[in-house]
T-cell receptor, first 113, second 113 residues
Framework: EAGVTQFPSHSVIEKGQTVTLRCDPI?????LYWYRRVMGKEIKFLLH????????ESGMPNNRFLAERTGGTYSTLKVQPAELEDSGVYFC???????????FGQGTRLTVV | KQEVTQIPAALSVPEGENLVLNCSFT??????LQWFRQDPGKGLTSLLL?????REQTSGRLNASLDKSSGRSTLYIAASQPGDSATYLC????????????FGEGTQLTVNP
């Protein structure tokens, strides 16, 4: 069974550009989460999808971040325009239900220069 | 607001030593607590999950305990090996429904041959 897959694994962009991160959850997992770890800080929650609906987006830092989950399958996280402080590792996780343990992807390392 | 603290931030031990990693959380109203392992450039691997009603969980050389009333958890690693070198993360899921995970900053463990 394939795990949670994230694309790209690394991205280096200039300040002001747009970047789109993609997450393919484990098939059949209704719950999809985005987390972020910035340098020297703990991993922090960004948002939670149940199927295609945003269940909780209270962790999104500002309106430069837009997350979507088309048809309840894969998800994208767009940062537009990117700022230096957006640099970090973005993790995606999925789980079949709220009570189950979430499976994490390998993360996308974003560097904004 | 839930806060999770992990002590120590880094630990270096000789191979074969038994060791304890500590995790504390400020809000005892948790649904479960999970210990993860992260290897450099990799995603998070779930090691042990303890439900709020449980006191401990064991898997191989790993044992995790939970004292919800005092807001503490420990991860005990017996007979450490160089392959145990990684960052260990503690995360709690809040409330009764549970969605997001709140992470500590992690303990970076190095086991020297």
């Amino acid at each position: 069974e394939a795990g949670v897959t994230q694309f790209p694994s690394h991205s280096v962009i200039e300040k002001g550009q747009t970047v789109t991160l993609r997450c393919d959850p484990i098939s059949g997992h209704d719950n999809l989460y985005w987390y972020r770890r910035v340098m020297g800080k703990e991993i922090k929650f960004l948002l939670h999808f149940v199927k295609e609906s945003k269940q909780d987006e209270s962790g999104m830092p500002n309106n430069r971040f837009l997350a979507e989950r088309t048809g309840g399958t894969y998800s994208t996280l767009k940062v537009q325009p990117a700022e230096l402080e957006d640099s970090g590792v973005y993790f995606c996780a999925s789980s079949p239900s709220l009570v189950d343990s979430a499976f994490f992807g390998q993360g996308t390392r974003l560097t904004v220069v | 607001k839930q806060e999770v603290t992990q002590i120590p931030a880094a630990l270096s031990v000789p191979e074969g030593e038994n060791l304890v990693l500590n995790c504390s959380f400020t809000d005892s109203a948790i649904y479960n607590l999970q210990w993860f392992r992260q290897d450099p450039g990799k995603g998070l691997t779930s090691l042990l999950l303890i439900q709020s009603s449980q006191r401990e969980q064991t898997s191989g050389r790993l044992n995790a305990s939970l004292d919800k009333s005092s807001g503490r958890s420990t991860l005990y690693i017996a007979a450490s090996q160089p392959g145990d070198s990684a960052t260990y993360l503690c995360a709690v899921k809040r409330g009764t429904s549970g969605s997001r995970l709140t992470f500590g900053e992690g303990t970076q463990l190095t086991v020297n041959p």
